[in-house]
């Protein structure tokens, strides 16, 4: 399967990178090293199934793909506390972007989410329908409410298209 993993420069998205290869599928790694580095793929960079593609995604894109693994945020408190605006903008705009791929490509794609969208949990633990505490005034809010508008989008794309 040809599989586009979106932010997979990362630590996560480099293991899941090495997986997908071993395993048998073509990848395509989508990263500008905002927070990435370069080092974490370079194992992969002379297989003839992985491909590197330099790309912000606050910007559009098209990549031919089967599926999509969407991986792509600034999610350390040390850096989207610096720019929270190009955090928000990562994950929100840059979702969306995700998402207009997909569509194109009838590509399913795993929006990688997390437990950050709950806030300050009121009770531990969670129920699976328990909906968070959450404020937009707070320090995290461009990196927790950016995921929930991920994820937002993710369920209208679902069940619009």
């Not at 395509?28 to 002379?46: G, H, M, R, W, Y």
């Not at 593609?53 to 559009?60: G, K, Q, R, S």
């Not at 610096?82 to 791929?101: R, Y």
């Amino acid at each position: 399967m040809n599989i586009s993993e979106i932010g997979g420069a990362g630590f996560i998205g480099s293991h899941m990178c090495e997986r997908l290869l071993q395993v048998g599928h073509t990848v395509v790694c989508i990263d500008n090293f905002q927070t990435s580095t370069k080092a974490n793929i370079e194992p992969f960079l002379n297989s003839p199934h992985f491909r590197f593609v330099f790309h912000d995604i606050c910007e559009p894109f098209d990549i031919t793909c089967e599926a999509q693994i969407h991986l792509a945020a600034i999610a350390s408190p040390k850096y989207y506390m610096k720019d929270p605006l190009k955090t928000a903008l990562t994950i929100g705009i840059g979702s969306k972007h995700v998402l207009d791929n997909a569509l194109k490509y009838h590509a399913p794609t795993l929006l990688v989410s997390t437990s950050e969208v709950y806030g300050e949990p009121l009770e531990h633990p969670q129920r699976e329908d328990y909906h968070g505490n959450v404020s937009i005034q707070s320090l995290r809010a461009s990196y927790d409410e950016s995921k929930r508008y991920m994820e937002t989008l993710g369920y209208i794309y679902a069940h619009e298209y």
